[in-house]
């Protein structure tokens, strides 16, 4: 069951610096202004929340004996503005399932307004047909959460930009750069070039690149099959040069070891990496640990197991700040856009 989280709760779980960076923002007094979450990833709720100086929202998530999910909204929310804050990470279906029952249940009990605040969108590997007789997951998944009830979307870096447009409601994309880029920054590492670890993620390199003043290079790779790449050959110089490979999602890590192998043959002097989302499924750990990377950060979008949490070349930087930015901007219907400009 989900319960009230106290800002002395909350203070406790944040360092020293995450306080510096995340200094609240008070929203306007308002109690038709409620955040709600599933179980996914309550610790981002509540520090959402902290953020924007609210309390979460009373909600019962549990399960009955056969694992069918039970969701009860326990707080009047008729004619509310309401954010659901659910990543649909590991177990995929179950967080998932849980959103859209939470969504439900707001549409019928009055909510003026649903937003489903997805800080990572799963299923949006799948947004085309690569393959005959194949699903085009991403779209069933936007499809799902419009019949739900949902009046709008907030996702961070969706897989691919075409994923907005499976929607039938109003989506804001955010991009979790600032807060990567301003970590990078105060490293202030040398002869930096930004690596794109495919073709499909130049745009995103791209942007990075231009934040961090830095070169640009590209790793021509080729997937035999899912969770399998073969890299093939780098593009651009990166000899004696620091390399960060800058990606959406890590999932086994494979592709990312692979990639800063080829950069450290081709003459790099160091790699780094970074995502938006530590999927971190199977060996992704151990495969980290045990390559040339020196340091991986990435957001909490999604909560890192036990073992990512003791690897000490996994980094872990909030977007507590930039959602709840974001959600009083939805809310008080002021551009969100600003927000990376």
């Keep these: ?67 069918e999910a039970y969701v009860q909204i326990q707080e009047n929310v008729r004619g509310a503005d309401v954010f659901v804050i659910q990543p649909t990470c590991r177990p995929v279906d179950e967080h998932l399932v849980e959103l859209l029952l939470m969504i439900d249940t707001l549409k019928r009990a009055s909510a003026r307004r649903t937003t489903a605040v997805i800080p990572y969108f799963g299923y949006g590997r799948q947004d085309r047909k690569d393959k005959p007789r194949s699903p085009i997951s991403a779209k069933l998944v936007a499809d799902l959460l419009t019949t739900a009830g949902a009046d709008r979307a907030l996702l961070i870096d969706p897989h691919a930009p075409q994923i907005q447009g499976f929607f039938n409601i109003p ?12 970590y990078f920054k105060k490293l202030n590492l040398p002869y930096l070039t ?18 961090m003043d830095s070169a640009l290079a590209i790793v021509d790779k080729r997937r035999v099959e899912a969770n399998v790449a073969e890299v093939m050959h780098v593009i651009g110089d990166v000899q ?28 790099a002097s160091s790699v780094y990496a970074c995502c938006s989302h530590p999927v971190l499924s199977g060996p992704a750990v151990e495969n980290i640990s045990h390559s040339c990377i020196k340091e991986v950060v ?44």
């Design 171 to 182: 989506v804001d994309p955010l991009f979790a750069s600032p807060v990567l880029v301003d």
């Design 298 to 341: 990435v957001t909490d979008t999604i909560p890192l197991t036990e073992a990512a949490r003791l690897e000490p070349k996994i980094v872990v930087k909030s977007v507590a700040g930039l959602i709840g930015r974001a959600i009083q901007s939805i809310h008080e219907e002021t551009s969100v856009s600003k927000l990376f400009t």
């Design 240 to 267: 004696g040069r620091t390399c960060l490979v800058i990606d959406d999602l890590i999932d086994t890590a494979g592709t990312l070891v692979k990639t800063a192998s080829a950069l450290m043959e081709n003459g």
């Design 1 to 67: 069951m989900a319960t009230f989280a106290t800002a002395t709760d909350k203070k406790a779980h944040m360092s020293a610096d995450d306080k510096s960076e995340r200094k609240p923002h008070r929203a306007r007094v308002d109690d038709k202004f409620k955040i709600f979450c599933g179980s996914a990833n309550e610790k981002l709720c509540e520090d959402i929340c902290l953020f924007l100086g609210l309390s979460r929202g009373q909600a019962m998530v549990t399960r009955f004996a056969d694992g």
């Design 194 to 211: 930004v690596v794109s670890p495919d073709a499909g993620g130049v745009e995103r390199a791209r942007f990075f690149a231009k934040k």
